[in-house]
């Protein structure tokens, strides 16, 4: 299991929501190899060519992603996982907005009166999701993948059709 993979915990939980294969085109691919490495592509932005080896072949991850973006698999995952989060008493629905989280433009920003804190120690896994149960960690991990669909139905739809 490498950084970034799912944990066993989260694994468990998000599989019983998971499509199955309809037989007619094949086995399909282990899904938690799959998933892990539409989570890697997420996380680190790498091209779909360049995945690591151990999720399988790149255009299986790539075809999967595209899939189940289209037929809005991603949003159906986030919303089952959600739903179970919350009855497990696990989501605080709170929210606080105010005016320290909106950014201001450069110039509008004051001087840094205090030095940067310091970064956190590299390798350090664990403390990524440090005080996070499994379901808080899946489900911010899954917002994260619905996010990127977002963006990239919305900039194809601005988009002109090409053909090639």
Known sequence: MGRGDLTDAEWERL???LPVSNRRCGRWRDHRQVIDGILHRVRTGVQWRDLPERFGPWKTVYERHRLWSADGTWEHL???VQAEAD????????ISVDST???AHQHAAGARTEPPSAPAPKGDAAAEHQGETPWQSLVA???EVVREVRAWVARGAGSPRSST
């Open 15 to 17: 599989r019983p929501f």
């Open 78 to 80: 986030l919303q089952q």
């Open 87 to 94: 009855a497990a008493g696990e989501i605080d629905w709170d």
């Open 101 to 103: 989280i909106v950014r």
């Open 141 to 143: 991990r899954l917002a």
